[in-house]
């Protein structure tokens, strides 16, 4: 009976020993000292162009600035062409970017133009002419203790670059 209540309370302590270590990693993203990754919008491919659908492949690059590696758990995203929400969605994309390493990573976009028809045919009219693009959304970083990560990329494309003649 002593030993097995000596065993159960050295199990015990060293169960509580292995939780101490292990959120020991984690203590660096609750007391400050993780800094955020840097994500970017690296590519935009058309997979396919379709009267009521289109379908592109956006590839993102995530550097991580700390000494640890950085679980990622997926990416929640907002696609505006000028003021015009374009897409909306979420992926569930699982991987690891290792300390001071960079990963890519892509997300498919499915989207219905067709609603928008009238306006993208009246950006084009002036295919030398800026279009305003926005991508918002907030990558979700961590297992047990989830940190989300903020992305806003603004920028312009020009029609006329992407239009065969």
């Given amino acids: ?34 800094k955020d990754p840097d994500v970017q919008l690296i590519k935009v491919d ?8 289109q379908e592109f492949l956006l590839r993102f690059r995530i550097a991580n600035p700390n000494g640890m590696s950085l679980p990622v758990r997926g990416l929640v995203y907002d696609i505006h062409l000028n003021d015009v929400k374009l897409a909306e969605g979420e992926a569930r994309t699982w991987f690891t970017v290792p300390a001071h390493g960079r990963e890519e990573f892509e997300v498919p976009v499915r989207t219905n133009l067709w609603r928008h028809m009238k306006y993208i045919v009246k950006l084009l009219e002036k295919p030398d002419q800026p279009i305003r693009y926005r991508l918002e959304g907030e990558v979700k ?8 990560v903020h992305l806003s990329r603004n920028g312009e494309i020009i029609p006329g670059d992407y239009i065969p003649e």
């Fill in 1 to 34: 009976m002593f030993y097995q209540a000596q065993t159960i309370r050295i199990l015990s302590l060293m169960m509580l020993f292995g939780l101490a270590t292990g959120l020991a990693g984690c203590s660096t993203w609750l007391t400050g000292g993780f």
């Fill in 141 to 148: 970083t961590g297992l047990m203790f989830g940190r989300s």
């Fill in 46 to 53: 058309v997979v396919s162009a379709k009267l009521m659908k």
